[in-house]
């Protein structure tokens, strides 16, 4: 059955993909391919559902299709009850710093906190006052009262202070409470702003809150853990976190030490999830082959996550495992690139039939070939410019009904696609902060360049 298609995906999925890059809504009306890799990762959720834990780290080619990936993932996620969390890591967004990085980086996380109910992200406050309002109907439907609601909200967060700093983050919850009984807005604002790690300095939040820890770069990985079993003690089936554009962490930090520590940070949360330590927490990281096998910057450079993340011994082209941390994404064949142009066209057609798309099926066909001459295998191993252009032909076709689809397609000149992530090329920019400056660590004496 073909999936119903509104003029707000439509809108969505054309612009986006006219601009390279992955549409946030409307996935499931162009998705190709991927079985095996989508199987994987379905399997993840369940273990999810029931106690466990994951962490992947999705791989392929600048333009492979990861993001696209993460957001299909997503999508699914959203449908089955889960809360994600996303974000792009930066030079002043990452996994481990000394001036506010880590900070920031969860401050992102929980700003693009999405739910089945706000998949645009931005869900936090929803998330907390529904649990909150669902709570209070309870127990006073049962007769309590705001006190007893009150002792409830400290019932249901005791597991969560068994944890470290799930004292405060209890407080917190019980502080927005109080200012929901109360019709405090400026407290439950407060209560959030914590959440979002917004807070600068202890000071402030002990006198907005009464607690004495805020969320800083120390903390970052406790307070996700205590978000996963917020999340659940809310009735959601657990926390997926996804985390997109490692590259920048291999070759936009010049600083040794600097890349070592997120790796440290990246292995702290790999041993956690492999071993079972936390429950109902999932990562998903996208990182292109450099970011991941360059033994001089990439997660291979250092030893424990090479160690972790080699391959089965016994897998070759033939025969894959997709039971370990790394999912290198197959490319793409011709057949599928052939199916994702279709589905492109019905996107455009707003689900029509083919009689009614301004592209024959003969049009695909001959754009393909002409993909291929001009290309050669990059139009469909990494199909971002194949796409691309195809969404301008139908464009172009669609507003100058005139004009033959033969003549329009002889003037696209695309002869090449960009494989490699923008930020390697750049490596080597100097960056803000102490941290990030160009390193002067004499084992890092290797130097990429081009002639």
């Known amino acids: 059955m073909i999936p119903r298609l509104n003029e707000r995906e439509r809108a969505a999925i054309l612009s986006s993909l006219s601009a390279g890059v992955v549409p946030a809504i409307g996935l499931h009306h162009i998705q190709v391919g991927r079985k095996d890799e ?3 990762l379905l399997a993840d959720l369940n273990r999810i559902e029931q106690g466990g834990s994951a962490i992947r780290f999705i791989v392929g080619r600048y333009g492979a299709g990861k993001s696209f990936f993460l957001n299909l993932v997503k999508t699914v996620a959203l449908e089955r ?3 994600v969390a996303r974000a792009d890591i930066t030079t002043q967004r990452r996994l481990q710093g000394t001036g506010g990085q880590a900070q920031g980086l969860y401050s992102e996380l929980m700003r693009n906190l999405a739910t089945r109910s706000r998949p645009e992200g931005g869900a936090l406050a929803n998330l907390v006052e529904r ?3 669902d709570l209070a109907h309870d127990v006073k439907s049962k007769g309590g009262t705001d006190g007893d609601v009150g002792q409830s909200v400290h019932a249901h967060c005791k597991p969560l202070q068994e944890m470290v700093s799930g004292y405060d983050f209890a407080t917190v919850l019980e502080k927005y409470y109080r200012g929901y009984v109360d019709h405090n807005e ?4 407060a209560a959030i702003r914590w959440l979002r790690a917004e807070y600068s300095t202890k000071t402030e939040a002990r006198q907005d809150l009464g607690v004495r820890t805020i969320i800083d770069d120390d903390s970052f990985y406790d307070y996700i853990k205590l978000m996963a079993a917020f999340v659940r003690i ?3 089936s657990g926390l997926i976190v996804c985390i997109d554009e490692l590259v920048v962490l291999s ?3 010049n600083n040794k030490i600097a890349r070592n520590n997120n790796y440290e940070a990246i292995l702290r949360i790999l041993n956690d999830t492999l071993q079972g330590s936390v429950q109902n927490l999932g ?3 996208a990182a292109t082959d450099d970011a991941v096998f360059d033994k001089r910057r990439g997660l291979y450079s250092y030893d424990a996550l090479a160690t972790r993340l080699a391959p089965n011994r016994f897998a070759t082209e033939t025969l894959t495992d997709l039971a370990g941390p790394l999912v290198n994404l197959a490319n793409l064949s011709p057949e599928d690139c052939y199916v994702l142009l279709h589905n492109v066209r019905r996107v455009h057609a707003r689900g029509e039939d083919n009689a009614k798309a301004v592209l024959p099926d003969e ?8 993909c291929q001459r001009r290309m050669g295998a990059a139009y469909f191993q990494t199909p971002r410019e194949t796409v691309k252009d195809f969404v301008g032909l139908l464009s172009i076709l669609e507003q100058n009904t005139t004009v033959g689809w033969q003549e329009v397609m002889g003037k696209i000149t695309t002869t090449s696609v960009q494989t490699q992530d923008p930020a390697i090329s750049e490596a080597g920019e100097d960056d803000d902060g102490p941290e990030s400056a160009t390193s002067t660590d004499p084992t890092d004496d290797l130097t990429s360049f081009k002639l």
């Open 251 to 253: 070759h936009r930090l």
């Open 38 to 40: 989508v199987e994987a």
């Open 363 to 370: 049009g695909i066909v001959k754009y393909l070939e002409d």
């Open 186 to 189: 400026q407290l439950q604002q």
């Open 131 to 133: 649990w909150i309002a």
């Open 234 to 236: 809310a009735g959601y």
């Open 81 to 83: 009850r889960f809360v």
């Open 283 to 285: 990562f998903l990281f």
